[in-house]
Each structure stands twice: as C-alpha cells, then as structure tokens.
C-alpha cells in the first residue's frame, strides 16, 4: 500500500513540477516551430503514457494485494491484452516520428536563396566567415592553416580573396532571410547552438556539417557549444545580433578580407603578380569542399 501511495505521489509531483516549473523553452526567435510542435507532440505522447502506466502500476497495487482468502490467478499468456498494446504502442511511436521526420525534411531542405556563412570552432572560441561580392567561399584545409592565416584559406584560390572574416565570436545576421550555415571544426567535436533558433548541428573534424533557418526576431542571443568539448567548454560561447538588412550590410562592410592582410604583410616587388585563371565556381549554396 505504501508503494502504491509513493508511486501515485510521484506521478502528481511530475504533474505539477512541470505545471510550477520556471525553466521552460526560450522564445522562439526562427522559422522553426515545426521543431517545437515536434517536441511538444512528443511530451504529450511521452506524459499520457507515463500517468497511464504508472496510474495502473499503483492501481494493480492496491487491487491485487495480498487478502486471507484471495488467491493469485495464474495466467502466463493473454494474446488480447497483447495485441492491444502492441497496437497502441505503435500508434505512440508513430505519432513521435512522424512530425519529427516532417521538421528533418525541412531541416535539410536549404533554400535556393538562402545566404551562406561558416562557423569554425576551436577550444575554445567561435570565428565566422561571409563570402565577398563574388558570392563564393574560397577552399580551405587545415593544411593551410597559420598564425596568419587561422581559416586555413587555401592562398591558391581567388575565390577566398574577398571573403569577410571575422576572428571574434560576434556575428550579425540579417533579419527575415535565409542563413545557411557551414559548420567547419579545426580540432573536436562541438555543436553550434542558438537556443532561440532551435536548429542546431555538431561540427565534425574533417568534414563540413550544415544546417539553415531564417532569424525572424531582431535581438541579441548566446552561441553556446552543447558538446562536451574539453575542460573550457564552459566558456565557448558567442553573441549572434539579429538585425534588419541595411544594418547587416554596412556590419559586414566594415570586416576585414582575407586579402587585406595578406597584402599588407607582403613583401614589395617590382614584378607583376601572375594572373590566375579561376576555377568553375559553385553553387552560391553549396560549401566548396575542403581538398
């Protein structure tokens, strides 16, 4: 009788600590609510089954409790009562997946339109980079990466020349548009997190990630890393200002290329420099691999 108690306690003290609770989702700030239905479909599901069945644990407690005179019926197999739960565990599942796998599609589903920035991560900061006026990020590898070239752009490629970069863990992306994010990592496993845009994804070593969403809230909100990193993951953390686009734009403006260094740090010569041909540029949506 007293686990019957305990365990029907439990179940209203989870009722009403989620009721009571303070800690709740932050606003949401993006395109993505088709994440939050998701989550919030999944919590239902989730909480009927848990009073369900623990409502009936603490129930067949109390009724089926030892009695002078009642003796236990044994019964090893009930095909009805089988079947019966094996079809409303399926709908369960089914009615978790399917909105999850609806969010995914559009999750991987960039828009032609969408604009493109790359997010690095290292122990333990955040660097970002924007395509110049060419629209095209140059290649990188970490082969190439230097005290003075700490993106790793490949020097070979025209296409890097004018690619914004910005060092800090400040980045500003322009309200009601598209963003695709390119998410690269210079040594382990991180994860770019903006709890307000709900997306997120993990930077692999040697591979390029990438998610989308469109800031559709002006404001300012924390990057945080949510992959145990190393002994600083505490203190990897970003701002990201969303702001109308005229502001985005003259932001932008103001960031260093990756040729304006590299040219005030080269040494002069008479000699004109050779003229390269570039190569077949990409898609303005598709991250130029790493070679």
Same mark, same amino acid.
């Given at each position: ?7 029907? =306690? ?61 003796r236990a019926h044994y019964e090893p197999e009930n095909t009805r009562l089988e079947k019966r739960l094996t079809f409303w565990t399926a709908i369960g599942i089914a009615g978790m997946l399917a909105p999850g796998l609806l969010a995914w599609n559009r999750f991987v589903t960039v828009p032609k339109d969408a604009a ?47 690619? %914004? ?5 400040? =980045? ?5 548009? &598209?963003? %695709? ?23 692999? &070593?040697?591979?390029?990630? #990438? ?12 990057? =945080? ?8 993951? #505490? ?20 960031? &260093? ?16 420099? &050779? ?17």
């Amino acid at each position: 009788m007293a686990v019957a108690i305990a365990i029907a =306690l439990l179940v209203l003290g989870s009722i009403a600590f989620h009721v009571l609770s303070p800690w709740w989702r932050t606003p949401l700030a993006s395109n993505w609510g088709s994440i939050d239905s998701a989550l919030t479909i999944t919590l239902w599901i989730c909480a009927v089954a848990f009073v369900a069945l623990n409502l009936f644990l603490a129930y067949a407690l109390y009724r089926y409790r030892h009695r002078e005179g009642h003796r236990a019926h044994y019964e090893p197999e009930n095909t009805r009562l089988e079947k019966r739960l094996t079809f409303w565990t399926a709908i369960g599942i089914a009615g978790m997946l399917a909105p999850g796998l609806l969010a995914w599609n559009r999750f991987v589903t960039v828009p032609k339109d969408a604009a493109i920035v790359e997010a690095t991560g290292q122990q333990w900061q955040w660097s970002f980079r924007f395509p110049g006026a060419d629209g095209v990020l140059g290649t990188s590898d970490v082969r190439h990466i230097t005290p003075d070239n700490p993106f790793g752009l490949n020097p070979q490629d025209p296409y890097g020349r004018d690619d %914004k970069l910005i060092e800090g863990s400040e =980045l500003h992306l322009p309200l009601n548009k &598209p963003v %695709k994010m390119l998410l690269r990592s210079k040594d382990v496993l991180h994860d770019f997190y903006v709890p307000e845009f709900r997306a997120r994804m993990d930077l692999v &070593p040697g591979i390029i990630t #990438y998610f989308w969403l469109t800031p559709t809230r002006p404001g300012t909100y924390e990057v =945080l890393c949510a992959e145990l990193c190393g002994v600083g993951h #505490y203190m990897m953390r970003g701002t990201v200002i969303v702001e109308p686009e005229p502001a985005f734009r003259a932001w932008l403006a103001k960031q &260093p290329t990756y040729a304006q260094p590299a040219t005030a740090s080269a040494p002069a010569s008479s000699e004109p420099a &050779p003229v390269q041909t570039p190569p077949k540029p990409i898609a303005a949506n598709q991250p130029r691999g790493e070679r």
